[in-house]
């Protein structure tokens, strides 16, 4: 029964998740905080970056090329660092570049390095994605998804605590700012709950939705390859200069 309701293929769910992070950053760029919408686009584009890190995990396991894998997560990186930071007007690493170090973490989780070693590394890279977007929430999703590998119940699992981890980060940040105790806000802890959403949504599109193929009149095309990779940086300087004509 279960089969019958996996529909969507790898490529549709990444076209998902295109969608779904321009209405995050039409959020941020765009509309003015606190707004009721604003918070519903927002919380929307939460879908994005968990499910990308659970592709990257699939993509690690199968590329021919980690090398050529890794480089190209990188190189994007760069590209998209100076688009990244005109548009939400602060300085952070952008994504691709916690998603690169999530790439690091399944090298290291699958080296033959001494435990102590390999968990020293891991809590490095971790503790590095702190100037990154999605600070240490994705990378604790990477060495979760890698661990539950071949796991449906592993894989939920992962994604349960990814999620309460990150509705707990969320909490002080919706608190009122009068707040005694900013974690007991029944307000924050709301607004944080929704925050979460995004991410057991993708738990069940991946989890249960997702077919485990490639999309058929997409398979040896250049497009699925590269298309998220372009489109990053471009919508963001479109995002931009939208913002600065507005």
Known sequence: MLSSCRVLDRDQIKLLAIITMTFNH????LM?????????????????????CFFLAEGYRYTRSKKAYAQRLLIF???????????????????LFTLFICFLIFCVMDSSLPDLQK???????????????????????????????GS??????????VAMLFWSLNIPGYAPPDAAYPLLSGHAILHGFYASLGIIASAVVTLV??????????????????????????????????????
């Not at 039409?26 to 760029?29: A, E, F, Q």
């Not at 990154?132 to 999703?141: F, K, Q, S, Y």
């Not at 485990?212 to 300087?237: C, D, V």
């Open 119 to 149: 968990n020293l590394l891991l809590t490095g890279l971790v503790l590095f994605t702190v100037i990154c977007d999605w600070a240490v929430v994705l990378a604790i999703a990477a060495i979760l998804f890698k661990r539950n590998e």
């Open 32 to 52: 003015t905080p606190g707004s009721i919408l604003a918070e519903v686009f927002e919380d929307i584009g939460y879908f994005t970056a968990v499910t990308m």
């Open 77 to 95: 990186a760069f590209i998209s660092q100076v688009p990244y930071v005109l548009a939400v007007g602060f300085f952070q690493l952008n994504v």
């Open 209 to 246: 939705l997702y077919n485990g193929k490639r999309s058929e009149r997409l398979t040896g095309s250049s497009f699925a390859k590269w298309a998220f990779y372009i489109y990053y940086p471009a919508h963001l300087l479109v995002l931009w200069a939208i913002g600065q004509m507005l």
């Open 152 to 161: 449906p119940r592993g894989q939920a699992a992962a994604y349960g605590i």
């Open 26 to 29: 039409i959020s941020h760029v």
